[in-house]
């Protein structure tokens, strides 16, 4: 088991400075440069040379490379240029915001998909399924930014339930940002059930039809028991991946979310920087972004082979 997580923790740096390289091709291929692009057409002058000093424009390529991937190890990602400040300053604020919204939606989605999967299993082809799956699936089809739209026309518009937009300070206190998040979380919340559960739904079915299940049911196990004892638990092992690639899945939902109802996080920053042509944040948010993809995927592995009784039995007998 040792070899196999050291082996995912590698595979997962490789995968972390291929993205840094990526990404940092990717700046330095565009046409100009940072400065250039950013200054238009007031790029010439003492205003260039001291933007080019600052982001070290004026040394070769690979030696600013190895001093960026160095610096963000060391947690530096350098300076943004749209607020003339250090990039840690601007994401700090942006990464509790997208922490909140994430996390509501986490909190609420997971538990309410593994209840609903379970759910139009063990009553499949019957009403409950029936209701929930057409739900679900209705659900899965539409995109994140026409369901956040419909959810603003509808509660905030028409019924005027709820405010449609979050107009909060970027550094808005975590007790200030809560009634604002409702909207936003229940349209990351909606698409992730759906999912989620379509898939434990699957896990559940798949586990019910095996032959040790059957076996049971012939020597006469009652029947809850059986489904706790032996289907839930063997049922639910693979929603762990499931529930890590939906949680990965949060990376790109909660940007076009954050985008449609003006919420103050990373999602916004991202549009933001591109819009403002900000090559320093959105270097570092592409390496941040994917770092916190590799590390939920790692975790995910890391709990399959803890939780898997074949896989340790495969190792020790290894």
Known sequence: MFFLIFKRFVLGLVTLFIVSLITFIGVEILPGDACTSYL??????????????????????????????????????????SGQMQINEVLGPRIKNSLVLASAAIIIGIPLALILGIITALWRDKMPDIIISTVA???????????????????????????????????????????NIILPVIAIAMIMTAHMARMVRSSVIQVMASDYIQMAILKGVPYWK???????????????????????????????????????????LVIESISNRDLPVVQALGIILAS????????????????????????TRK
């Open 40 to 81: 238009e057409r007031e790029a010439f002058g003492e205003a260039l040379a001291a933007c080019i000093k600052r982001l070290g424009l004026d040394v070769p390529a690979h030696e600013r490379y190895i001093s960026w991937a160095y610096n963000v190890i060391q947690g530096d990602f350098g300076y943004s240029l």
């Open 137 to 179: 699936i209705f659900s899965m089809t539409i995109p994140e930014f026409i369901s956040a739209t419909l959810l603003i026309l509808i509660v905030a518009i028409w019924l005027e339930w709820l405010p449609g937009i979050v107009i909060v300070p970027t550094d808005v206190t975590f007790f200030e940002l809560l009634p």
């Open 226 to 268: 059986m489904v706790f004892k032996h289907v839930l638990p063997n049922a639910l092992l693979p929603a762990i991946n499931v529930v890590a690639l939906t949680i990965a899945w949060l990376l790109g939902g909660v940007v076009v979310t954050e985008v449609v109802f003006n919420y103050p996080g990373l999602g916004r």
């Open 292 to 315: 916190i993809y590799v590390s939920i995927n790692f975790i995910a592995d890391l709990l399959t082979l803890m939780l898997n009784p074949r896989l340790k039995t495969l190792q």
